[in-house]
């Protein structure tokens, strides 16, 4: 069995990420697509203190962009669609067969929601998008009137919505600006060749996923192969066992753990880059691999209480030369028209020579983000040296 180093398994990770790549000088759909091979979906959060969750690992791997492309490439030419992968998420429509087993599940966990068999709250929302056209859940809250209830307080409404899109019946039409999503009934938005694909076995898309997982990644453990499509249980087991005894996955150790190589993973001597990576970022988003590769104990505090906080509300690891060398707490500050660093922190393997890279790299994502100056705040033990180069 092949032994590898941490340091050699950084390298293989961040190259399978596309942090291995230089930064083109123009962004374009092709780079776009380029970032979505590689891992495979983006995935979507509210929050947007600094930027969109799913906006911001294109921007660590191909640096300043203009997000309209992401609506033409998902939502106009429909090479992307929106379904639970990693947790919501946009995903090439090529896996809509591969994550039908996920839809049957749902749909049999009706009652988790509140609902029962043939409801006909889900009939008559669905008569209502199929007879009036796209929509978002407002627009729908003076419809049917049979249930009351909350789930994440949300009404039945918006409840019954997000279950029919759970289950594949209905899917997203495209996203108001402020992020809301518009719903329309699937066979209306997606492409019939995608729709019209043979849905594979459980065991065969299980297989599928945790194929391009493993290119995803690189080098991972099983875990975190797994997680990245949340696989659980003893079926992706056994395709984990398959892969290995068919060669698309090699087994090999990581100081001594026991993970699996793709074996067309590129191995390069060393990477050069520096990037910001947030908490929903692919390379760091299966926190024990982040500890286990890197060193670096990272946990999003959004639900801490502010008192409470150690490093602050939404804070970005900052990747330069293949190590995680500090995290930075950003925010947006759009009446302003700053970027404010609320706080930054050295990791263990803080390198005085990163001070200038971490400088360019906020400078460049306060420019994405249609910002001026850079302003730190003084909290944390990088704190005034940043703002001094700042």
């Not at 930064?23 to 969109?52: K, M």
């Amino acid at each position: 069995m092949e032994r590898l180093t941490t340091r050699q398994a950084r390298r293989i990770a961040l190259a399978a990420q596309g942090f291995n790549d230089a930064l083109p000088p123009a962004v374009t759909a092709r780079h776009l697509r380029r970032v979505v091979e590689r891992t495979q979906l983006l995935q979507i959060d509210s929050v947007n203190v600094f930027a969109r969750a799913h906006t911001m690992p294109v921007f660590a791997r191909v640096g300043s962009w203009d997000i309209g492309l992401l609506d033409s490439y998902a939502f106009r030419r429909r090479q992307l669609f929106e379904f639970w992968g990693h947790e919501a998420s946009f995903l090439p429509v090529e896996l809509h067969p591969l994550l039908r087993w996920r839809m049957a599940r749902n749909e049999s966990r009706i009652a988790r929601w509140g609902f029962e068999t043939n409801d006909a709250v889900l009939d008559e929302l669905l008569k209502r998008v199929e007879e009036g056209g796209p929509t978002g859940a407002g627009a729908l809250r003076d419809g049917p009137r049979a249930r009351n209830g909350t789930m994440w307080d949300w009404d039945h409404v918006k409840v019954g919505l997000e279950f029919l899109f759970s289950i594949g019946r209905l899917t997203t039409r495209h996203r108001t600006t402020g992020f809301e999503r518009i719903y329309d009934l699937t066979e209306r938005v997606l492409p019939a060749a995608v729709l019209d694909l043979p849905t594979p076995s459980l065991l065969d898309a299980h297989r599928a996923l945790l194929a391009l997982s493993a290119k995803a990644h690189g080098v991972a453990t099983a875990r975190s192969l797994k997680d990245y499509f949340r696989l659980r249980g003893p079926v992706s087991d056994e395709e984990l066992r398959s892969l290995v005894d068919e060669g698309a996955l090699v087994p090999v150790t990581v100081d001594g753990d026991k993970a699996y190589l793709d074996p067309t993973a590129a191995r390069p001597r060393w990477v050069r880059r520096a990037a910001l990576l947030s908490p929903f970022d692919p390379l760091v988003w299966e926190r024990a691999r982040t500890e286990r590769l890197w060193g670096v104990d990272y946990r999003i505090e959004i639900y801490t209480p502010a008192a409470k906080r150690v490093y602050g509300y939404y804070c970005l690891l900052f990747l330069h030369d293949e190590a995680i060398r500090a995290r930075v707490d950003l925010k947006s500050d759009r009446k302003a028209g700053v970027l404010r660093v609320m706080t930054a922190w050295k990791e263990p393997e803080w390198s005085p020579e990163s001070l200038a890279a971490l400088t360019v790299e906020l400078q460049r994502a306060a420019a994405w983000q249609g910002l001026g100056a850079v302003v730190v705040e003084d909290r944390g033990d990088l704190a005034r040296d940043l703002a001094r180069q700042a």
